[in-house]
C-alpha cells in the first residue's frame, strides 16, 4: 500500500497531477500539493522585518544561501535573472527572495548590495536563527555553518532549491541548480497566465 | 600536398602550445560589491606530456587564493577548499560555475568591470604561469 502511494505521489508529480484531460508538463518538477504556502517572519534587506504578506501579488522564487558564496549562489541568482529577464514587460510580477542563511556575516546592507548586483527583481532576507529555522524546517531543507579556518573564514552549507510559489503565495514548482534559464522562463510565463 | 597541408595546418596549431605548459581559455572573474570573495574560472589544457599539479595560486590583488569546488550532495550545496589539483598529460581542465574554481580573496584594491586581475598558477615542480583574468559583472556578463 504504501509503495503504491508513493508511485502514485510520483506518478502525480510527473504528470502533473489532476484527473481531467491530460496537461502538458511542467519543464520543472511540480509542487503543487507538496509543499505548505509562502509563510515567514524575517528581516528585510532595507532593516524592517517583514513576513510573506507583503510579496503576495506577484510570483515568488525563494532561494537560501549566503553572500560569501562566490560561486553555486551568484551563478544561480545570474541565470534566475537571465530567466526573468525572458518574461519582458511580465518580468515586474516576479520577485526572488534571496534569503541568507549566514545572518552574522549578511547584515541587510550587505545584503541589498549584494542582490542589487543581480538585478531589480531581487530582495535580500534574513533573519535569527530561530526565523530561519522555522522557514527552512518549513519547506524541509537544512543548512549549516562550517568550521572556520585560520583567517576566520567559513563555508555554509545550503540547499540549492529554488522554490516557486504563484500569485497567492502556493508552492508550485521547484527549480534548481543548473536548470536553463528557458525552461525557468516557459514555467513562470505559464504561471502568470493563470 | 595535401598531408604536406595538413601536417603545416597542425603545426600551427600545436606550436603556440609549447609556449606554456597549460593553454589557458576564457579567464574571467565574477565581480560581487564590497569585500565578498569572487570565484575565477577558466578553461585549462595540459598540453605537455606529464602530469601537473597546481600547488597554489597567488595574485597581487588579493591577500588568499584557493582552490575551490562546489559539490551538491542530495540537494545540499558545499565548497570544499582543495590543497592540490592534478591535471593529466593532454587532459583538460574547467573551472567553471558550479565546480572547480579560484576562490579570490582579501581585495587590495577596488576592481571594475572590464579590468584585468593577474593570477598566478603555481605548480608542484616550481614552475608557475600568469593568466589575466577579465573582470565580468555579477550576473557573468
Same mark, same amino acid.
Request: glycine share 8%; aromatic share 8%.
Given at each position: 500500500?504504501?509503495?503504491?502511494? &508513493?508511485?502514485?505521489? *510520483?506518478?502525480?508529480l510527473? *504528470?502533473?497531477?489532476?484527473?481531467? =484531460?491530460?496537461?502538458k508538463?511542467?519543464?520543472?518538477?511540480?509542487?503543487?500539493?507538496?509543499?505548505p504556502?509562502?509563510?515567514?517572519?524575517?528581516?528585510? !534587506?532595507?532593516g524592517?522585518?517583514?513576513?510573506? *504578506? =507583503?510579496?503576495l501579488g506577484?510570483?515568488?522564487?525563494l532561494?537560501?544561501?549566503?553572500t560569501?558564496?562566490?560561486?553555486?549562489?551568484?551563478?544561480?541568482? =545570474?541565470? &534566475?535573472?537571465?530567466?526573468?529577464?525572458? &518574461?519582458?514587460a511580465?518580468?515586474?510580477?516576479?520577485?526572488?527572495?534571496?534569503?541568507?542563511v549566514?545572518?552574522?556575516?549578511d547584515?541587510?546592507?550587505?545584503?541589498?548590495?549584494?542582490?542589487?548586483?543581480?538585478?531589480?527583481?531581487?530582495?535580500?532576507?534574513?533573519?535569527?536563527? =530561530?526565523?530561519?529555522?522555522?522557514?527552512t524546517?518549513?519547506?524541509?531543507?537544512?543548512?549549516?555553518?562550517?568550521?572556520p579556518d585560520?583567517?576566520?573564514?567559513?563555508?555554509?552549507?545550503h540547499? *540549492?532549491?529554488?522554490?516557486?510559489?504563484?500569485?497567492?503565495?502556493?508552492?508550485?514548482?521547484l527549480?534548481?541548480?543548473? !536548470?536553463?534559464?528557458?525552461?525557468?522562463?516557459?514555467?513562470?510565463?505559464? &504561471?502568470?497566465?493563470? | 600536398m595535401?598531408?604536406?597541408?595538413?601536417a603545416? /595546418?597542425?603545426m600551427s596549431?600545436?606550436?603556440?602550445?609549447?609556449?606554456?605548459?597549460?593553454?589557458?581559455?576564457?579567464?574571467?572573474?565574477?565581480?560581487?560589491?564590497?569585500?565578498l570573495?569572487?570565484?575565477?574560472?577558466?578553461?585549462?589544457?595540459? %598540453?605537455?606530456?606529464?602530469?601537473? #599539479?597546481?600547488?597554489?595560486? %597567488?595574485s597581487?590583488?588579493? /591577500?588568499?587564493? +584557493?582552490?575551490?569546488?562546489?559539490?551538491?550532495? /542530495?540537494?545540499?550545496?558545499?565548497?570544499?577548499?582543495?590543497?592540490k589539483?592534478?591535471?593529466?598529460?593532454?587532459?583538460?581542465?574547467?573551472? /567553471?560555475?558550479g565546480g572547480?574554481?579560484?576562490?579570490l580573496?582579501?581585495?587590495?584594491?577596488?576592481?571594475a568591470?572590464? +579590468?584585468?586581475?593577474?593570477? #598566478?598558477?603555481?605548480?608542484?615542480d616550481g %614552475?608557475?604561469q #600568469?593568466i +589575466?583574468?577579465t573582470?565580468?559583472?555579477? #550576473?557573468?556578463?
Amino acid at each position: 500500500m504504501k509503495r503504491i502511494g &508513493l508511485f502514485l505521489l *510520483s506518478f502525480m508529480l510527473l *504528470s502533473g497531477c489532476g484527473q481531467q =484531460a491530460p496537461q502538458k508538463p511542467w519543464g520543472l518538477l511540480n509542487l503543487t500539493g507538496h509543499m505548505p504556502d509562502l509563510q515567514f517572519n524575517l528581516t528585510r !534587506d532595507d532593516g524592517q522585518p517583514v513576513d510573506q *504578506s =507583503a510579496f503576495l501579488g506577484k510570483l515568488t522564487l525563494l532561494y537560501f544561501g549566503y553572500t560569501h558564496c562566490p560561486d553555486v549562489c551568484p551563478t544561480t541568482l =545570474a541565470d &534566475l535573472g537571465t530567466a526573468i529577464r525572458q &518574461l519582458g514587460a511580465q518580468a515586474n510580477q516576479v520577485q526572488v527572495l534571496f534569503v541568507s542563511v549566514d545572518p552574522a556575516r549578511d547584515t541587510p546592507t550587505v545584503l541589498k548590495k549584494y542582490v542589487n548586483a543581480f538585478g531589480p527583481w531581487f530582495v535580500g532576507l534574513t533573519g535569527s536563527q =530561530a526565523q530561519l529555522q522555522a522557514l527552512t524546517k518549513r519547506y524541509r531543507v537544512a543548512y549549516r555553518l562550517g568550521e572556520p579556518d585560520a583567517q576566520g573564514n567559513y563555508t555554509v552549507y545550503h540547499s *540549492s532549491a529554488i522554490f516557486i510559489f504563484d500569485k497567492q503565495g502556493k508552492a508550485r514548482l521547484l527549480a534548481g541548480f543548473g !536548470d536553463k534559464p528557458d525552461v525557468v522562463a516557459t514555467d513562470l510565463k505559464r &504561471l502568470l497566465a493563470e | 600536398m595535401r598531408k604536406l597541408l595538413i601536417a603545416v /595546418a597542425l603545426m600551427s596549431i600545436v606550436a603556440p602550445l609549447y609556449a606554456a605548459d597549460l593553454v589557458v581559455s576564457n579567464a574571467w572573474v565574477r565581480l560581487l560589491p564590497g569585500d565578498l570573495p569572487l570565484a575565477g574560472y577558466v578553461h585549462v589544457v595540459n %598540453s605537455s606530456p606529464r602530469e601537473i #599539479t597546481l600547488v597554489s595560486a %597567488s595574485s597581487p590583488d588579493f /591577500a588568499t587564493v +584557493q582552490f575551490h569546488q562546489s559539490m551538491n550532495h /542530495a540537494g545540499m550545496e558545499e565548497m570544499m577548499h582543495l590543497a592540490k589539483i592534478s591535471i593529466p598529460a593532454g587532459k583538460s581542465l574547467d573551472f /567553471a560555475p558550479g565546480g572547480y574554481h579560484l576562490m579570490l580573496m582579501g581585495r587590495k584594491q577596488p576592481l571594475a568591470v572590464g +579590468q584585468h586581475v593577474a593570477l #598566478t598558477l603555481h605548480f608542484a615542480d616550481g %614552475s608557475k604561469q #600568469t593568466i +589575466q583574468f577579465t573582470v565580468r559583472g555579477a #550576473t557573468g556578463k
